[in-house]
């Protein structure tokens, strides 16, 4: 008798629904509370979930409702849920034979000395680690003056490295990062570990390989991801600094308005932390982070949404057909038509179930529009940024909110291996249809 043998996407889903039952069971323990009472269940699954994908949104707050064990679990859900994502990204397809010869080429080209899976999967890991440590150390040494207390200093500094690498959007402060709003150095090490994590391990690999003297030419992916998300952090940063200056930044100095610009146009793909209250912000500059919660981070990443590379691609195609061109070029490279299709393939996928989600909770909760436009973004994007109506949701509301974080998390990395597959032509070749378009 021949075992069962999962398909990648399967697989995927399974380890990761799996992680979340075992954190709703264990954050349901009298012991996880701050209390003793124990989380309802409901509760204890959005916050699994949350925590698992990565995204953020909580109904309970973090560091008063849960006690030290409940964050902990909360913690190591990250971590799994984190490096789970680069490695199902990257890996899952090639140990279960889902990558064509070329493809599985491409990746160890690009891995160079990495020629197996189980040491780009170790790479991986140690990437991950050491980039937490290092952000877990500067933050030690940023805030051991302000706690005092060395092992509740570098309880932080791990917790906060940790969720900001992995774009978690976990905190053990109540509102978020707030107060460290004009504070470079909190500023500067939660970006660098949100960017870290959302540019995916590729682009990170070749950074450092470039930086470490191994000169080699940048991979097109590369190229593309880095000039991708430093235009969507420079544009959103000077939009969200001249739409607030006078508006929710007013109290706050030209630093503290420089530093919460820049944050904010950095969080939304797709950390979750947040130095200024969402909720105070303009309904233009919240539809501006609707968009980048949406486009999200980058492939092979800790971060969701459509992606960086399938938001330029579309781009690139759109100026194409308005230029009346007909091949898609990206830094003197020919961009062929079926990753233009997959890409499309991508974006209406993500907005099928974003959208028929968003009109349940319409019909459901009694919240206003925006507020709940923007939780089913952030939730799909797995960011985690509220307007503060999370609390609030009805049962239904939360169960719909989970269901968009776990498919937010899992639909795109199922539907980008079953696109993985090379397009086949049909057996019987028809005449071309003309069709009127707009």
């Not at 060395?150 to 978690?168: R, W």
């Not at 797995?382 to 498919?407: C, F, N």
Request: glycine letters at 10%; aromatic letters at 10%.
């Amino acid at each position: 008798m021949h075992g069962v043998r999962l398909r990648t996407p399967q697989v995927i889903a399974l380890s990761f629904g799996g992680t979340i039952l075992i954190g709703t069971l264990l954050l349901t323990f009298p012991s996880a509370t701050a209390d003793g009472r124990g989380t309802s269940f409901i509760d204890a699954l959005f916050t699994a979930t949350s925590a698992t994908c990565v995204t953020g949104l909580i109904v309970q707050d973090t560091p008063v409702y849960f006690s030290t064990l409940g964050q902990v679990v909360i913690l190591v859900l990250i971590q799994l849920g984190g490096i789970g994502i680069m490695s199902y990204s990257a890996f899952l397809a090639l140990l279960f034979g889902r990558f064509t010869l070329g493809q599985r080429g491409m990746l160890q080209e690009m891995m160079e000395e990495e020629r197996n899976v189980l040491s780009m999967i170790l790479y991986v890991f140690k990437m991950t680690f050491v980039i937490e440590i290092i952000g877990a150390i500067i933050l030690f040494f940023r805030w051991i003056s302000i706690f005092r207390d060395p092992i509740q200093t570098l309880y932080l500094s791990i917790f906060h490295s940790v969720s900001a690498f992995c774009n978690a959007g976990f905190s053990l402060f109540s509102n978020s990062l707030e107060n460290y709003i004009a504070d470079p150095v909190v500023n500067v090490v939660i970006m660098a570990l949100i960017i870290l994590g959302g540019i995916g391990f590729i682009v990170v690999y070749e950074v450092t390989r470039n930086l470490s003297g191994a000169k080699r030419l940048l991979s097109i992916h590369t190229k593309l991801v880095l000039v991708t998300s430093a235009v969507l952090v420079i544009v959103g940063f000077l939009l969200i600094f001249f739409i607030e200056f006078d508006s929710a930044f007013l109290d706050y100095s030209l630093t503290g308005k420089l530093w919460g610009a820049v944050f904010q146009s950095v969080t939304p793909r797709t950390a979750g932390f947040n130095t200024v209250p969402i909720a105070s912000l303009s309904t233009i500059t919240l539809t501006i982070i609707i968009i980048l919660m949406f486009i999200g981070a980058s492939p092979g990443s800790t971060g969701g949404g459509i992606k960086t590379s399938t938001f330029a691609i579309l781009l690139l195609s759109l100026g194409n057909i308005l230029r009346g061109k007909e091949d898609i070029e990206v830094f003197k490279r020919k961009i062929p038509s079926t990753i233009v299709y997959k890409a499309m393939a991508i974006v209406v996928g993500t907005l099928l179930l974003l959208v028929s989600i968003f009109l349940l909770l319409l019909a459901f909760e009694k919240q206003p529009f925006l507020p709940l436009l923007f939780e089913s973004v952030s939730a799909f994007g797995t960011v985690g940024l509220s307007m503060g109506i999370t609390p609030d949701l009805t049962i239904i509301g939360k169960l719909l909110i989970i269901i968009l974080m776990y498919g937010g998390r899992i639909g795109p990395l199922t539907l980008g291996f079953a696109l993985t597959r090379t397009l086949r032509r049909g057996k019987v070749e028809y005449p071309v249809a003309k069709i009127m378009i707009g």
